[in-house]
């Protein structure tokens, strides 16, 4: 369990840095690794982290404009 919440905090913080790519990379790398789990070791909590940091993703795309901050919907528009 432990180490799954180690998981879970690692994945998190590097998608709340934007690093999508490496989140599911360290995902994957950890994941292959936890014997005769693998994926399956992940939890509830590791899948909403990964949807989560995706979709924040996304929208921060979306509020970005030709290299410019938009008007500033999206995270913050769910967040109020």
């Known amino acids: 369990?432990?180490?799954i919440v180690g998981w879970n905090h690692c994945?998190?913080?590097l998608?709340?840095?934007g690093e999508v790519k490496?989140?599911?990379k360290a995902y994957?790398?950890?994941?292959s690794k936890i014997p005769d789990k693998g994926p399956?070791?992940?939890d509830h909590?590791?899948?909403t982290t990964i949807l989560n940091g995706m979709r924040e993703a996304v929208m921060a795309e979306e509020d970005t404009v030709d290299g410019h901050q938009a008007a500033g919907l999206g995270r913050r528009a769910l967040t109020h």
Not at 28 to 31: D, I, K, Y
Request: aromatic letters at 10%.
């Open 1 to 3: 369990m432990q180490c």
């Open 11 to 13: 994945i998190d913080w």
């Open 15 to 17: 998608l709340s840095r």
């Open 22 to 24: 490496a989140a599911l």
């Open 28 to 31: 994957n790398e950890v994941a």
């Open 40 to 42: 399956s070791a992940a």
């Open 45 to 47: 909590i590791t899948f």
